[in-house]
C-alpha cells in the first residue's frame, strides 16, 4: 500500500507539561504519531531529566531527556506567573490535548486544570497523570515508578522464587501508564469526533502498574492467594526460560506438545524423552524440573548459543540468545527493520536514537527529530499560534519566555 504524505496525527496540537517519563512517554507517542507537540518547560530548570547525568561527549545533553522527548518542540515558559498562564490560554484555545502530570492541585492553583480550560475550549482532551488518581484518598502523595511496582505487586512477582523481590530494571509501571494514557487520549479523540466534546482523563501509576499485572492478578482474585515467584522459569511450563549454552545464556519456551515433539526429535536429539515417564509431558516435566534442567543444561553447553539458536529455528521451536543491550541495539534484524536511526541535535551532533516501533501500511510515523534544547523553538511556537512579535519580545524582556533572540 502506498503511504500518504501525512501521519495519522498530524495538524494535531497537544500541549504536553509533563516531565521524567511516564508523561513524557505518552506525547513521545502522539509526538510519532505526527501530533505538534509542544513541550511546556519551566525557563531556567527546564524538564528534570535534561539534568540527570549528561554526557559530556555529547554536548552536555542527557540521554534520559534525549530518548523521551524526540519529535517534540521546546517552549520555555514561566507558568507561574499570570502572564504565563495567559499564554497558556491563548494556545488553549486551539490546542486538542493537553498531558499533564503535578500532583492534582498544581494545575488548579496555576488556573490551568480542567474544569477552567474546558471554558475556553470545549473540544479539549485533558489527561492527568498522577501517583494515586484524582479520585484517589492518596491524591496529593507524589508517584514514582519504584513505589508503584512496590505496591501494585509488580515488584513481589519479580524475582528469584528464594531472594527478594526485585524492581524491574525498565521503568515499567512509568512506561505502561504512558502507553494507556496515549491509549486514552486517541480513544478520546474519537469519541471527540462523535460527540463534538473533549473529557478529562485520569490516570495513576498504581491503577496501571496493577493492571499489567494480568493473570497473576486474577489468579490472586480467585485463590486468594499471591503466586510465588518463579524467577526466569514458568508457573505451568517445562522447560522455559534461561538456558546455558558453552559460550553464554539463551532463553526457550516450550509452550504445548507439537514444540516439546520438535524439540526432542530435531533441536537435542532425545527422542527417548517423549517415552520417558519422567519427561514425556509438561505435567511430570514440572514435577520432576530439579532432576531434568541440569541434564538439559549439560546437553546445551556442548555447543555454542548460535548453533543452538539455529537449531532451534530450524526445528520452528521458541528461543532467543540472552544479549546485552547493545548487542540487541546492533542486531541484524533491528536494524533491518529501521528501529536505530541518526538524527542531528544541535548540541550533541550525530546522536543514535531508537525510533518508534509503528509500522503503518497506509500512512508514516513522524521521522525522528532530535529533542529539542530548552526553549528552541519558544518563539516559532508563539508566532504560530499568532503572538505578535511585539508580544514575544515583552514577554522574553520579563522573563516569562526563553529562547526568543533580542
Not at 506525547?27 to 540527570?52: C, F, Q, S
Not at 502572564?83 to 500532583?103: H, S, W
Not at 510465588?228 to 539463551?250: A, K
Request: glycine share 10%; hydrophobic share 40%; aromatic share 6%.
Amino acid at each position: 500500500m502506498t503511504q500518504t504524505a501525512a501521519p495519522p496525527l498530524a495538524g494535531k496540537l497537544v500541549l504536553d507539561f509533563t516531565r521524567v517519563l511516564a508523561g513524557p512517554w505518552s506525547a513521545l507517542n502522539l509526538a510519532d504519531l505526527g501530533a505538534n507537540v509542544v513541550k511546556i518547560e519551566h525557563p531556567v530548570t527546564g524538564d528534570d531529566t535534561r539534568h540527570y547525568a549528561p554526557s559530556p561527549e555529547h554536548g552536555g545533553e542527557s540521554a534520559y531527556f534525549l530518548f523521551a522527548n524526540r519529535n517534540k518542540r521546546s517552549l520555555a515558559l514561566d507558568i507561574g506567573k499570570p502572564e504565563g498562564q495567559t499564554v497558556i490560554k491563548r494556545l488553549v484555545e486551539r490546542a486538542d490535548v493537553v498531558i499533564e502530570n503535578f500532583r492534582p492541585d498544581v494545575m488548579e492553583r496555576q488556573g490551568l486544570d480542567y474544569e477552567s480550560l474546558k471554558a475556553i475550549n470545549p473540544g479539549l482532551v485533558y489527561c492527568s497523570i498522577s501517583g494515586y488518581g484524582h479520585a484517589s484518598p492518596l491524591k496529593l502523595v507524589a508517584g514514582y515508578d519504584p513505589v508503584a511496582q512496590a505496591e501494585s505487586g509488580m515488584m513481589w512477582m519479580t524475582g528469584q522464587a528464594d531472594g527478594d523481590p526485585l524492581r524491574a530494571g525498565i521503568s515499567y509501571a512509568d512506561i505502561f501508564t504512558g502507553m494507556f494514557a496515549t491509549q486514552a487520549i486517541l480513544g478520546a479523540l474519537l469519541a471527540r469526533e462523535r460527540d463534538g466534546v473533549g473529557q478529562h482523563i485520569d490516570l495513576a501509576l498504581l491503577d496501571s502498574a496493577l493492571a499489567v499485572t494480568a493473570n497473576y492478578a486474577q489468579m490472586a482474585l480467585l485463590t486468594g492467594q499471591s503466586p510465588m515467584r518463579y524467577g526466569n522459569g514458568h508457573p505451568f511450563l517445562e522447560p522455559f526460560g534461561l538456558c546455558e549454552t558453552s559460550d553464554g545464556q539463551i532463553t526457550i519456551v516450550i509452550g504445548n506438545d507439537r514444540q516439546w515433539q520438535r524439540f526432542c526429535k530435531d533441536v537435542v536429539e532425545k527422542p527417548e524423552w517423549l517415552t520417558d515417564n519422567r519427561y514425556a509431558t509438561n505435567e511430570a516435566r514440572m514435577a520432576n524440573r530439579a532432576e531434568f534442567r541440569p541434564i538439559l543444561n549439560a546437553i546445551l553447553a556442548q555447543d555454542t548459543r548460535e548453533n543452538w539458536i539455529a537449531k532451534f529455528r530450524q526445528a520452528g521451536v521458541p528461543a532467543g540468545s540472552v544479549r546485552d543491550l547493545c548487542e540487541a541495539l546492533g542486531a541484524d534484524e533491528v536494524r533491518a527493520r529501521g528501529m536505530v536511526a541518526d538524527v542531528k541535535h544541535p548540541n550533541a551532533g550525530n546522536v543514535a536514537m531508537v525510533t518508534s516501533p509503528i509500522r503503518y501500511g497506509g500512512t508514516p510515523v513522524s521521522e525522528p527529530v532530535a529533542a529539542p534544547t530548552l526553549g528552541q523553538h519558544s518563539a516559532e511556537i508563539l508566532a504560530e499560534q499568532g503572538f505578535s512579535a511585539d508580544e514575544i519580545a515583552a514577554l522574553a524582556a520579563r522573563g516569562i519566555v526563553r529562547g526568543v533572540s533580542p
